[in-house]
């Protein structure tokens, strides 16, 4: 498949831009669309310079969702970069609006517009908020030294605990976006409901593949292992997969 034919519209999308021309607003529209692109230019050159493969490409209007066909044990500071590659591009592309003004090519009142709502797409997205890029982040930094399974229960609780802060203390804002905060309670739900899903996978890559990760520990089951280090299992492991006596051995 090609890599256009990947990149789809969201449907919500076009019903935002229908509203937004109705309203005047299609222009502001436009250029938050061309920051969301730029910042998703970032993730997809991230996820290219690292060989994986993208499988689609949804576009909203608040945003992108980037799903790739990759491991679950991959390792975490390429994942770490390719989720910060968005925000890398929003940066570059802060500095650029910056030089063009100072070179005189932008007048101030493009430039201050740019940078607004390049500042709003970058502070969005560092929300530890399923399933933004700040979320991403959060999660893989904790499975540097958290057993996988941990990983997602802490930060789902942050999250949800931040989502309801946000929508319980600022509701002029949740007002204002409504499509926005129902979006992420969706994908909220929906990280939750899929988290068995991803452990199971998870799991069977490490039965199934060996993945050269240099660092060890010692676990008593399987629900214990770490994304990035090689596990060695001791004593007796129970596990949906696995029932039987184990004598360290590398998972």
Same mark, same amino acid.
């Given at each position: 498949?090609?890599?256009?034919?990947?990149?789809?519209?969201?449907?919500?999308?076009? +019903?935002?831009?229908?509203?937004?021309?109705?309203?005047?607003?299609? =222009?502001? #529209?436009? !250029?938050?669309?061309? /920051? @969301? *692109?730029?910042?998703?230019?970032?993730?997809?050159?991230?996820?290219?310079?690292?060989?994986?493969?993208?499988?689609?490409?949804?576009?909203?209007?608040?945003?992108?969702?980037?799903?790739?066909?990759?491991?679950?044990?991959?390792?975490?500071?390429?994942?770490?970069?390719?989720?910060?590659?968005?925000?890398?591009?929003?940066?570059?592309?802060?500095?650029?609006?910056?030089?063009?003004?100072?070179?005189?090519?932008?007048?101030?009142?493009?430039?201050?517009?740019?940078?607004?709502?390049?500042?709003?797409?970058?502070? +969005?997205?560092?929300?530890?908020?399923?399933?933004?890029?700040?979320? =991403?982040? #959060?999660? !893989?930094?904790?499975? /540097? @030294? *958290?057993?996988?399974?941990?990983?997602?229960?802490?930060?789902?609780?942050?999250?949800?605990?931040?989502?309801?802060?946000?929508?319980?203390?600022?509701?002029?804002?949740?007002?204002?976006?409504?499509?926005?905060?129902?979006?992420?309670?969706?994908?909220?739900?929906?990280?939750?409901?899929?988290?068995?899903?991803?452990?199971?996978?998870?799991?069977?890559?490490?039965?199934?593949?060996?993945?050269?990760?240099?660092?060890?520990?010692?676990?008593?089951?399987?629900?214990?292992?770490?994304?990035?280090?090689?596990?060695?299992?001791?004593?007796?492991?129970?596990?949906?997969?696995?029932?039987?006596?184990?004598?360290?051995?590398?998972?």
């Amino acid at each position: 498949m090609k890599f256009w034919n990947k990149i789809k519209v969201h449907p919500l999308s076009y +019903f935002v831009i229908t509203v937004s021309l109705i309203t005047g607003f299609f =222009k502001y #529209l436009l !250029l938050v669309s061309i /920051i @969301i *692109i730029v910042h998703e230019c970032g993730h997809i050159t991230m996820a290219k310079y690292f060989k994986r493969q993208i499988s689609s490409i949804s576009i909203l209007p608040f945003g992108g969702l980037m799903k790739m066909d990759s491991y679950v044990s991959s390792d975490i500071f390429e994942d770490l970069l390719i989720a910060v590659g968005g925000i890398l591009f929003n940066l570059i592309l802060g500095v650029t609006v910056y030089t063009l003004f100072n070179l005189g090519i932008l007048d101030y009142e493009k430039y201050s517009l740019i940078r607004t709502y390049n500042s709003i797409v970058i502070g +969005f997205n560092l929300l530890p908020i399923c399933p933004l890029d700040g979320y =991403k982040i #959060l999660k !893989l930094l904790e499975e /540097i @030294i *958290i057993p996988f399974k941990k990983t997602f229960i802490i930060s789902l609780i942050i999250s949800a605990f931040i989502l309801a802060f946000i929508m319980i203390y600022k509701t002029t804002i949740v007002k204002n976006n409504i499509l926005v905060f129902l979006f992420l309670i969706f994908m909220s739900v929906l990280e939750f409901k899929n988290k068995i899903y991803i452990l199971n996978k998870f799991y069977l890559e490490r039965l199934n593949h060996d993945f050269k990760f240099y660092k060890i520990a010692n676990i008593k089951n399987i629900e214990g292992m770490y994304k990035n280090r090689n596990n060695y299992l001791y004593g007796e492991c129970e596990h949906i997969f696995l029932k039987k006596r184990y004598t360290r051995e590398k998972i």
